[in-house]
C-alpha cells in the first residue's frame, strides 16, 4: 500500500504530464509498435526497392549496380553474397566460349515423393523461379588460353542438393574432359544429396568420384573451388578430391552442421571450425581466393599445370 500511494504521488508531482502517462499505461503493447511501424514504411518509402541491398557483415547499404558490378562482393567489407551460376559462368570464361552439355535434362521424380510438397511440384517451382532445369550448369570452354570442363553449381536451384541429374551432368562433364583431354573445374555450393532421391541421390557420390579416378588416372587436373555453402554429400564426393581445392572467403564447408557433430561427439566445437579460413589453416583446402580475383588466379593455376603436363609428356 506505502509503495503505490508513493509512485501515485511521485507520477503526480510531474504535472506537465498527466494527460499523457495514463494512455502508455491503458496501451503499453499497443503504442510502442505503431511509431516503430510508421518509421519502417517512411524508410522504405525512402530507399526505392531493388535499388539497394544490405551487406549482413558490415550493414553498409551498398547500391545493387555495384554489387553486380564487383561480382555480388561487398566492396565496403569484401562479404561473397550468393552468386548464380550464369552470372557467375560469365565472370569466368572468355566471351562466347562456353559450350553447355545436357541443358535440357531434367530430374524426374522415381520414388513418387509425397511430403508437406511433392518433388515434381517442388522441381517445377524451382524451375519457374531460377528459369535453371537443375542445379547445376555444365559445359567446355576457354578461360584465359586454357580450353576446361567447368561445372557451376546454383544454391538457390533447390539448395544446390545432388540428385541424379546433378551426378549425372557432372559426370558427363568429367568423362568429356578425360575424352578430350581437359581440366576439370567444378564450382561448389551445395547443401548435399537430393533427399527427394533417397539412394539415387546418394550413389552420385560413388559416381562422381570413379568418374573423377579416371580423369586422374590421365594425369589431368581437376581444380575445385568451394563457395558458401559446400556441404554434405558434396563435400563428401567430389568437392574433397580436387588436385587443387580452393575456396571463397568466408565459405562454410563440411559434412554435418554444427548442432549435429555437438550432439554427436559431445563436446565443445571451436570458433568458426567450418569456415573457409579454419579449414585453410589446417591443411584441408589448399587456398582462399577471392571472387574478384578468381578468374585470374584460375588462369595461372592452368596454366602452371598445362605446362607441367606439357614437360612431363616430353619427358616420357
Ligand atoms: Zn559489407
Not at 8 to 36: C, F, H, Q, Y
Not at 178 to 184: A, D, G, M, Q, R
Request: aromatic residues 6%.
Amino acid at each position: 500500500m506505502g509503495t503505490t500511494t508513493f509512485t501515485r504521488k511521485s507520477l503526480g508531482l510531474e504535472t506537465v504530464e498527466p494527460a499523457l502517462t495514463p494512455t502508455p499505461t491503458d496501451k503499453a503493447t499497443t503504442l510502442p509498435k505503431k511509431p516503430r511501424l510508421s518509421t519502417g514504411k517512411s524508410k522504405k518509402r525512402d530507399i526505392p526497392e531493388g535499388l539497394w541491398t544490405k551487406c549482413p557483415k558490415c550493414q553498409a547499404m551498398v547500391f545493387d549496380k555495384e554489387l553486380d558490378e564487383n561480382l555480388k562482393v561487398c566492396p565496403k567489407c569484401g562479404h561473397h553474397f550468393p552468386i548464380g551460376s550464369r552470372e557467375r559462368i560469365h565472370s569466368l570464361v572468355e566471351t562466347c566460349t562456353f559450350e553447355e552439355m545436357d541443358a535440357k535434362m531434367t530430374s524426374v521424380d522415381v520414388l513418387n515423393f509425397n511430403g508437406v510438397d511433392t518433388y515434381a511440384s517442388k522441381l517445377e517451382a524451382h524451375q519457374k523461379k531460377t528459369a535453371l532445369k537443375e542445379a547445376v550448369v555444365t559445359g567446355i570452354c576457354k578461360i584465359g588460353d586454357e580450353r576446361a570442363a567447368l561445372g557451376v553449381m546454383d544454391f538457390s536451384f533447390l539448395g544446390g542438393s545432388m540428385g541424379s541429374v546433378v551426378g549425372e551432368k557432372l559426370t558427363r562433364l568429367i568423362e568429356r574432359a578425360t575424352e578430350k583431354e581437359l581440366p576439370v573445374i567444378i564450382i561448389s555450393s551445395s547443401g548435399g544429396a537430393r533427399m527427394y532421391e533417397g539412394m539415387f541421390s546418394l550413389m552420385q557420390m560413388a559416381k562422381t568420384a570413379a568418374a573423377l579416378a579416371y580423369h586422374a588416372q590421365q594425369r589431368l587436373p581437376f581444380i575445385s573451388v568451394l563457395t558458401h555453402p559446400t556441404t554434405a554429400g558434396v563435400m563428401a564426393s567430389y568437392a574433397s578430391l580436387g588436385d587443387l581445392i580452393l575456396a571463397e572467403p568466408g565459405a562454410m564447408i563440411g559434412f554435418a552442421g554444427p548442432r549435429v557433430i555437438k550432439d554427436t561427439t559431445q563436446a565443445e566445437l571451436p570458433m568458426g571450425f567450418q569456415t573457409a579460413e579454419f579449414l585453410l589453416d589446417r591443411g584441408l583446402i589448399d587456398a582462399i581466393v577471392q571472387r574478384t580475383e578468381m578468374k585470374q588466379q584460375l588462369i595461372e593455376y592452368l596454366n602452371f599445370l598445362s605446362v607441367r603436363k606439357k614437360a612431363a609428356a616430353a619427358a616420357s
